[in-house]
């Protein structure tokens, strides 16, 4: 963070020193020079890496998404619109859409209000802390791939450890890989696995900046432990719980590595009961069909349902959060 | 309030710039690729060349490009493996796609060959008189264009025989000596599905793995499973053969009950293999080492000479030098000798692929072969039998991979899955043909 705010307070240029009016020496000049251009050639590194692997990447997959294009053929005629429409035809897609979210909802939700219980938990006195909050971010280390292996296994539907647990209590096996919900519950499971301890920390760090003294005054004024958690805590993580919901959301709508994991064959099931949209595109681009230009699609309309969804989620947060503060 | 929110759009901002910069790493390692072509391209034998090899799973190629450094001095040949055959052809794909970084000799499996030799120019046409002959004719014909050009050098093959557990039939009351077990299990698929029926008359275990795997076996003995000679393919709607298959495995799969309901490469599969979940299966050469890997510690499997409806094969590789390569001609000259007969036998002693070559299928080293885990059967004779045996090359067009995929969802989905029945599974898999837009 601090790298970022230095430049800010540089590149607030101290009073340019009065010129003579008979005009300028090389040497005032490229002085003046220095000092309109070098803040924003300090700057440019970010812009220049941003338009480079950001901005460029963008406009060239649209400009991709508006042609028939091979994965090897490359570029044949444009289009128009066409990709977009069959994609949107198709019930691969309609199916990617709907596990997308779902997964995305079953994993999100639950993750970050246990990332936030656990978080208030590590926040208090408790023997040994530094273990206990090392220990949260612990399956953050694991590869994702790798926990997708151990979770798929974990799940296989005859043979796995899950459905042998379940049937210790009498409960029927489930068929993780066979039915929509259960896989999409086994896929948000890994998901939650990885990340609801990253989100913890997060959380944490936001919780010891929260001044001391407001829960006291709280105490003071008799508010229990509940109480100050929902009062205190809550609102005053409002702009971590920003954060971490909108890269939560940009991360549950791109999830690609645990459902293509999740079975031999990584194509999302039999008939598609965990295909995601970036498995989708992938499909699509690598697949049989190896059109670039449906894939782009793909992209372009994945990347159009993240901002709407994050600015609805930021609307949300901030309201929520507001409300809840302002009280 | 208003600090911390600017702060948070710092924190949002730096880690975003982070994001995209961790991005940008990670497609390099991607993209860009250590070509590692030899640094001249010239004639002279005496020059100093670099030629790269890629291949997937195990080739046995180690020792063999040691003793051609030594042979040729001047060459220096290194080897790139990738894990599975899925990931040589991503890897393949994706650098064609983007003209450089392939590596001078790319392994190339069967299944996957014909979507690739569709665009021109990209493989080097391998065809050598001197050559003629020395596969197996279905072999060579798998790697030949249209237009007569031999894109790839055969390295091995995947000659189908039956395998079987003589415990769990002798419990059953079958026999068990492998001879009669062939005879047993007659010559047509419907003599190997009425054997499985009086199989699971007298047992709790079924008679074969996966309708997948079984549909895989029938498919490959059909001239055009799913498109014209000429690479049109043919609507799935429409294909009468395609459908009689699929409704043959599903008879047998679900109607009489014979499978174990399980689609190969699962964990379930994998583990079934120790808790006795089947009784036969169909088994390439390859599978032989798969089985003794999964079924460790299992006793009882053994292999019967018999292929029913005929011989068949399943899978197998090809050595192709990509256009791009800048020694083309020594590249060439090293997958000729790698896929000599005389390479390919040790190749085969070292892992087991099965040589396509027609001097190697005589070798005394090969047809001497047992296996131990197979209650000593003698693998490599069964399989030289099996791979004679093979008599229809099924024709695999630029969209066979794409349909063949379609259709074993459609399996899966009634066999394994449950979700649907035969008839519905069918259409749901003529309705993602028809969005494949390939007509």
């Known amino acids: 963070m601090s790298t970022t705010a230095a430049p800010r307070e540089v590149s607030s240029p101290p009073p340019v020193p009065k010129v003579p009016a008979g005009g300028r020496t090389i040497r005032q000049r490229l002085n003046a020079f220095d000092m309109k251009v070098s803040p924003y050639l300090f700057i440019s590194p970010f812009f220049i890496l941003f338009l480079l692997v950001g901005l460029f990447p963008l406009a060239y997959t649209a400009y991709v998404s508006v042609h028939e294009w091979g994965l090897i053929s490359g570029r044949q005629e444009y289009v128009g619109f066409d990709n977009y429409l069959n994609v949107l035809g198709q019930t691969n897609f309609a199916k990617a859409t709907r596990n997308t979210f779902s997964i995305f909802l079953i994993s999100s939700i639950p993750q970050v209000i246990a990332a936030i219980a656990i978080a208030a938990v590590l926040d208090q006195n408790i023997r040994a802390r530094t273990f206990w909050r090392m220990g949260v971010l612990l399956p953050y280390v694991v590869a994702p791939v790798a926990v997708a292996l151990i979770f798929s296994r974990l799940f296989a539907d005859q043979s796995g450890m899950v459905n042998e647990l379940l049937g210790l209590v009498g409960i029927d096996p489930i068929r993780w890989h066979a039915e929509v919900l259960p896989s999409h519950f086994a896929i948000a499971t890994m998901v939650n696995f990885r990340w609801t301890g990253y989100n913890t920390l997060i959380f944490l760090a936001a919780m010891q900046a929260i001044p001391r003294d407001v829960y006291e005054a709280a105490i003071i004024d008799g508010a229990g432990r509940l109480r100050t958690f929902f009062s205190v805590t809550v609102p005053m993580l409002r702009p971590t719980l920003i954060f971490v919901i909108i890269t939560a959301t940009i991360g549950g709508l791109q999830i690609f590595d645990e459902p293509r994991m999740y079975d031999q064959l990584g194509q999302g099931g039999s008939d598609r009961q965990w295909l995601t949209l970036t498995m989708y595109l992938y499909e699509l ?43 | 309030m208003r600090t911390t929110r600017s702060r948070v759009m710092t924190v949002t901002a730096g880690m975003a710039s982070l994001a995209l910069f961790v991005a940008a790493c990670g497609s390099n390692d991607g993209g860009d690729s250590s070509s590692a072509a030899g640094e001249g391209g010239g004639e002279s034998s005496d020059e100093a060349v670099t030629l790269t090899v890629a291949t997937f799973n195990e080739f046995g190629y180690e020792d063999l490009v040691t003793e051609y450094m030594e042979l040729n001095p001047n060459i220096t040949v290194e080897l790139r493996k990738a894990a599975t055959s899925n990931e040589a052809r991503d890897n393949l794909n994706t650098r064609l796609a983007a003209g450089s970084g392939l590596a001078d000799v790319e392994a190339i499996e069967v299944d996957w060959l014909p979507e690739l030799t569709q665009y021109e120019g990209v493989f080097v046409d391998l065809s050598d008189p001197e050559l003629e002959g020395r596969w197996l004719d279905w ?59 009086e199989f699971i008359a007298s047992s709790d275990v079924a008679w074969f793995d996966s309708a997948g795997a079984i549909y895989q076996g029938m498919i490959n003995q059909v001239d055009n499973a799913y498109e014209e000679t000429d690479g049109t393919p043919i609507p799935l709607a429409e294909n009468t053969v395609a459908r009689g298959v699929y409704d043959d495995v599903m008879a047998a799969s679900v109607g009489q009950g014979l499978s174990a309901n399980l689609a190969q490469w699962s964990e379930d599969w994998t583990n079934a293999f120790q808790t006795d979940g089947f009784a036969t299966m169909l088994c390439p050469a390859w599978m032989l080492g798969v089985i003794e890997g999964n079924a460790a510690g299992v006793e009882g499997w053994d292999i019967a000479d018999t292929f029913p409806g005929g011989g068949g094969n399943w899978g197998g590789s090809f050595l192709t030098v990509p256009t791009q390569g800048e020694n083309l001609e020594e590249s060439q000259k090293l997958a000729a000798w790698l896929t000599a007969p005389e390479q390919q036998i040790k190749a085969f002693v070292a892992k087991g692929t099965f040589p396509s070559q027609v001097e190697a299928l005589d070798d005394p080293e090969l047809l001497e072969l047992t296996r131990e885990f197979f209650n000593d059967a003698p693998a490599g004779q069964i399989m030289a039998t099996r791979a004679e045996a093979v008599e229809v090359v099924p024709f695999k067009g630029p969209n066979y991979f794409a349909i063949q995929q379609l259709v074993s969802d459609a399996i899966n989905r009634v066999d394994v899955d449950g979700t649907d029945d035969a008839d519905d599974s069918w259409a749901k898999a003529e309705n993602a043909f028809d969005e494949l837009g390939l007509s």
């Open chain 2, 139 to 197: 072999k060579e014909a798998q790697a030949t264009t249209e237009d007569g050009q031999l894109v790839g050098y055969g390295t091995d093959i995947g000659p189908e025989a039956v395998c079987y557990r003589s415990d769990l039939f002798e419990a059953a009351g079958l026999p068990t000596d492998r001879d009669e077990v062939a005879e047993l299990l007659g010559s047509t698929w419907d003599d190997y599905f009425a054997v499985g029926e």
């Open chain 1, 285 to 327: 681009g690598w697949g049989p069909q190896k059109s670039f230009g449906q894939a782009s699609a793909v992209a372009w309309i994945l990347f159009l349902i993240i901002v709407v969804i994050g600015l609805v989620n930021f609307m949300i947060t901030r309201r929520v959060a507001t409300t809840g503060g302002k009280s």
